[in-house]
C-alpha cells in the first residue's frame, strides 16, 4: 500500500513537472510571437512616418531639428534607444548617437552619406570606429559575428 501511495504522488509530481515545462514552453512562444508582432508594429510606424518617407525619397542635409525628430521617433517607437545607448555606452559622441539613429532607422550608406553631407567613405569609416567604440565599453559585443547595423536594429 505504501508503495502504490509512494508511486502515485511520483506519478502526480511527475504530470505537475511536465505541465509546468509545457506552460514554461507556451509562455515563451507567446513571449516570442509578441516580440515579432512589436517588431513589425515599429517597423510600420517607421515606415508610415512622414519625415522618413520624405528622407527615403528625396535625401537631402537634415538640420538639427530633423535629426531630434528622427532621434525623437526612434525613441517613441523603440523604447528608449537613445537614453539606453547613452547610459549603457557612455563614451559615445552625439555624431555617434546620430548613425546609430539613421541605422536604426534602416537607412543605407549612400542615404547616411547625403543626409550627413559625406562621403560614402566617410560613412563606413565612421561605422568601423563606432563599433571599435562599441567594443571598447562592452568586449561581448559582437561575439557571433554580426554587423554593427544587425546590432542595432535588435537593440
Not at 505504501?2 to 513571449?31: C, F, H
Not at 530633423?66 to 557612455?90: C, G, H, I, M, Q
Not at 566617410?122 to 554587423?147: H, P
Request: proline residues 2%; contains cysteine; hydrophobic residues 35%.
Amino acid at each position: 500500500m505504501k508503495n502504490s501511495k509512494k508511486t502515485s504522488k511520483e506519478q502526480q509530481e511527475t504530470r505537475s513537472g511536465v505541465k509546468d515545462r509545457l506552460n514554461i514552453q507556451a509562455l515563451k512562444d507567446e513571449m516570442k510571437q509578441l516580440r515579432e508582432r512589436e517588431h513589425k508594429l515599429a517597423e510600420r510606424l517607421v515606415a508610415e512616418h512622414g519625415l522618413v518617407n520624405e528622407l527615403r525619397k528625396n535625401p537631402h542635409f537634415i538640420d538639427e531639428a530633423e535629426r531630434e525628430s528622427l532621434a525623437s521617433l526612434v525613441d517613441d517607437v523603440y523604447n528608449d534607444f537613445t537614453s539606453r545607448l547613452k547610459v549603457r555606452f557612455p563614451m559615445l559622441t552625439e555624431v555617434d548617437i546620430q548613425y546609430c539613429v539613421l541605422i536604426k532607422l534602416r537607412f543605407t550608406v549612400s542615404q547616411i552619406a547625403v543626409l550627413s553631407a559625406i562621403s560614402p567613405t566617410s560613412v563606413y569609416q565612421q561605422k568601423s570606429r563606432m563599433k571599435k567604440r562599441f567594443l571598447s565599453m562592452d568586449s561581448r559585443l559582437f561575439a557571433e559575428g554580426e554587423t554593427l547595423d544587425v546590432w542595432l536594429y535588435e537593440y
